[in-house]
């Protein structure tokens, strides 16, 4: 055999293991998509019942998203109506009872004043049941 001959050999039997490596790789291919193609088939038969059941959700949550909707809506304008009322009444009895409370403060200070009473009685404050004198007047000890 010649160097030619030996050479065309070799590479035939190159050829032939590529080949051999190609078809084994085309097999297992094969193999995967048709895996893959069962694998997309199931989850398509599982995934529409799921999509429809979302879809009705979907739905349902928009339904009652306009309740609640309509629900802030009168809560707002329950508000509007009661901060109405509420400025009239302060109005309407603010002023006069202003007025009241004065002069009923005006003729208690009247008539708690006698000619003899000279000195003015300290203020005190009450805070919650213990009377506090008042800080501007001091003891001195001494």
């Keep these: 055999m010649s160097g030619g001959e030996v ?3 070799i590479v035939a039997v190159f ?8 078809a084994v790789a085309l097999a297992r291919l094969a ?6 193609t069962k694998l997309v088939a199931e989850v398509t038969e599982q995934a529409v019942p799921l999509l429809a059941d979302a879809s009705t959700t979907v739905r349902s ?4 998203l ?3 909707d ?4 009168d809560v707002q304008e329950v508000t509007s109506n009661a901060s109405a009322l509420s400025s009239t009444v302060a109005s309407t009895f603010g002023g006069p009872l202003v007025k009241v409370a004065a002069f009923g403060y005006g003729v208690r200070r009247a008539m708690g004043r006698t000619g003899a009473e000279t000195e003015r ?5 009450v805070i919650v049941g213990r009377t506090v004198p008042d800080p501007r007047r001091r003891k001195q000890k001494g």
């Design 7 to 9: 050479a065309g050999i």
């Design 15 to 22: 050829w032939a293991i590529l080949v051999s490596f190609l």
């Design 121 to 125: 009685t300290p203020r005190r404050t």
């Design 66 to 68: 306009d309740r609640v």
């Design 70 to 73: 309509a629900i802030a809506s």
């Design 61 to 64: 949550a928009r339904t009652q």
């Design 31 to 36: 193999q995967v998509l048709r895996a893959t």
